[in-house]
C-alpha cells in the first residue's frame, strides 16, 4: 500500500523512469528551482513533488525534505558544519509539528542514493 494518492504515484513512478540525469536532488536548482523553500548553510528544504497523503495513520497536511546541498549518501559522510546546520534546519521543522523520517542507505525502500530527511506534517497542526 502506498502512502501517496495513487495519482500522486503514479507520477511518481513515471518519473523514475524517465528521470535521466545522475541525482534528482543535485540537479533540483536547474530542474525544479520552485521545489527549493530554503538553503541553510548548505541543507536545502524541498518541498517534496510527490508527497505522501497518509503517515502514521494520519493525512500529511506538507511534505518537504531536508537535504544536503552535497551529494552525500549517508549522515557518517557530513563534514561538522553539514552536520550542525542538518540539525539546525530539523529542529526548526521539528518546533513546527514536522516529524522526522530517514532510511538507512541500506534499505531497499531507498528511492534516491543522496541522503534525504523527509518532514512531515500531518493534519491538524
Known amino acids: 500500500m502506498s502512502a501517496r494518492k495513487p495519482e500522486i504515484q503514479a507520477a511518481y513512478e513515471q518519473f523514475k523512469h524517465t528521470y535521466s540525469g545522475s541525482c534528482p536532488f543535485c540537479d533540483v536548482s536547474s ?34 525534505m531536508a537535504v544536503p546541498v ?30 522526522l523520517y530517514s532510511r538507512a542507505p541500506s534499505n531497499l525502500a531507498r528511492s534516491v542514493a543522496h541522503l534525504h530527511t523527509h518532514l512531515i506534517k500531518p493534519i491538524g497542526y
Open 31 to 64: 530542474r525544479n528551482p520552485n521545489q527549493i523553500i530554503e538553503t541553510i548553510g548548505g541543507i536545502a528544504v524541498l518541498r517534496n513533488d510527490f508527497p505522501y497523503h497518509e503517515w502514521d495513520n494520519f493525512t500529511v497536511d506538507d511534505h518537504l
Open 70 to 99: 552535497r551529494h552525500v549518501g549517508s549522515f557518517d559522510e557530513f563534514t561538522e558544519d553539514e552536520a550542525r546546520n542538518f540539525f539546525e534546519t530539523i529542529k526548526k521543522y521539528e518546533a513546527n509539528h514536522y516529524s
